[in-house]
């Protein structure tokens, strides 16, 4: 599967009109898109940062996408869009295997990767990381992309309630330093988000 994000930044004033667009009107546009997999969407409402992530089944569906969307996505985004930047992916591992919406959290960490090792990241995630992150209370799902060209990678996780999230710093940030050692990945940025909603998507 591929996964396309988008991450935007503005005022945090207007950020809940144009969040319930995007969960309303964009999920429905997207859709009725060809080789649509699912989509997940989560806030910062702090500091004003929204993320949307979605689920393609092939390449050519998500590029499509991105074209026949493009400007009506614009003037969703419009309203609180100051800043937005558009990421591709390849999704190495998911696992998510029920909707979730309000009420539970996000972790995204993003990471550098030499492209020469990003086979051995994937492995490394799958066989050693995977298991330990499945044992952690509150884990609804967790997704491995990356970006073989740009040397870059990135780890979604999703918990039941924003209890579960917080509770979870601790094992899931041991869990991370043992694959880093292995992988020689480093760790760019850690964020925690909102769930506004995130819809269930095929393993891969």
Request: proline content about 3%; charged content about 25%.
């Amino acid at each position: 599967m591929y996964v396309r994000s988008i991450y935007a930044t503005g005022d945090p004033a207007d950020l809940d009109g144009v969040a319930e667009a995007l969960r309303t009107e964009g999920r429905e546009l997207l859709s009725a898109q060809p080789g649509f997999r699912g989509m997940g969407l989560f806030a910062d409402r702090e500091l004003g940062k929204l993320l949307v992530g979605s689920w393609w089944e092939d390449e050519a569906s998500r590029q499509a996408s991105y074209e026949n969307l493009g400007k009506r996505r614009a003037e969703l985004m419009a309203p609180f869009a100051r800043t937005m930047t558009v990421d591709n992916w390849e999704a190495a591992v998911a696992r998510r295997t029920e909707d979730l919406g309000p009420g539970a959290g996000f972790r995204l960490v993003r990471m550098d990767v030499q492209p020469s090792d990003i086979d051995l990241l994937v492995d490394t995630f799958r066989d050693t990381a995977l298991p330990g992150l499945q044992k952690v209370a509150g884990l609804s799902g967790i997704s491995l992309l990356v970006d073989r060209d740009r040397g870059r990678a990135a780890v979604g996780a999703l918990y039941t309630d924003r209890d579960a999230l917080t509770a979870s710093r601790g094992a899931v940030a041991a869990v991370r330093g043992k694959a880093a050692a292995k992988t020689r990945a480093t760790t760019s940025s850690l964020e925690e988000f909102e769930v506004l909603l995130a819809t269930a998507v095929p393993h891969a």
